[in-house]
T-cell receptor, first 115, second 110 residues
Framework: GAVVSQHPSRVICKSGTSVKIECRSL??????MFWYRQFPKQSLMLMAT?????????EQGVEKDKFLINHASLTLSTLTVTSAHPEDSSFYIC???????????FGQGTRLTVV | GQQLNQSPQSMFIQEGEDVSMNCTSS?????WLWYKQDPGEGPVLLIA?????ELTSNGRLTAQFGITRKDSFLNISASIPSDVGIYFC??????????FGTGTRLKVLA
């Protein structure tokens, strides 16, 4: 099956600093990657859709200047949480769409804690 | 953001029992997916459905794409303790964007 690797799995950062999360498709080319946010006991909320080589499309209510997304290659997308605050603490999950397929495969998630 | 309605929200069942959950939408989808998420992990794909009326099985799991294209069902037969987790449906319409259900939290009592 398609493997998506997300790094780091856990990160703790100080308020005001920035954190970068990587999402890699290991054995396929991902033309589209998705970034989700999940609060405890809640569902996944789509933050943005990124296509390789173009700007990400953000969902309504998601600040694009705070959540910077870069999809520079067909196997890597990054999410940078800038000037993080405690309310940004959450579980962030990426998923990747295999070229030619319609199922999305998920990374293992990154638990961000801002102190 | 938009979400699909999934029910039940949570359920406790005895080991060996069958489980049914469903997902409904106000809009039409052309793909339905079912995922399972364990605590602290990302969702894992269980079953993918592509055509209205389609019935697909994966071991003890069976899912169906509703005829109206606005709903989908997941059944788990003869549940075991490792079935515990949160099950999410996801629907996709014309774009590649997936919308997730609110989740069904399953607990299996041995």
């Amino acid at each position: 099956g398609a493997v998506v690797s997300q790094h780091p799995s856990r990160v703790i950062c100080k308020s005001g600093t920035s954190v970068k999360i990587e999402c890699r498709s290991l054995d396929f080319q991902a033309t589209t990657m998705f970034w989700y946010r999940q609060f405890p006991k809640q569902s996944l909320m789509l933050m943005a859709t990124s296509n390789e080589g173009s700007k990400a499309t953000y969902e309504q209510g998601v600040e694009k200047d705070k959540f910077l997304i870069n999809h520079a290659s067909l196997t890597l997308s990054t999410l940078t949480v800038t000037s993080a605050h405690p309310e940004d603490s959450s579980f962030y999950i990426c998923s990747a769409l295999d070229r030619g397929r319609t199922e999305a495969f998920f990374g293992q998630g990154t638990r961000l804690t801002v102190v | 953001g938009q979400q699909l309605n999934q029910s039940p929200q949570s359920m406790f069942i005895q080991e060996g029992e069958d489980v049914s959950m469903n997902c409904t939408s106000s809009s039409i989808f052309n793909t339905w997916l079912w995922y399972k998420q364990d605590p602290g992990e990302g969702p894992v794909l269980l079953i993918a459905l592509y055509k209205a009326g389609e019935l697909t099985s994966n071991g003890r799991l069976t899912a169906q794409f509703g005829i109206t294209r606005k709903d989908s069902f997941l059944n788990i037969s003869a549940s075991i303790p490792s079935d515990v987790g949160i099950y999410f449906c996801a629907g996709r319409s014309g774009t590649y964007k997936y919308i997730f259900g609110t989740g069904t939290r399953l607990k299996v009592l041995a």
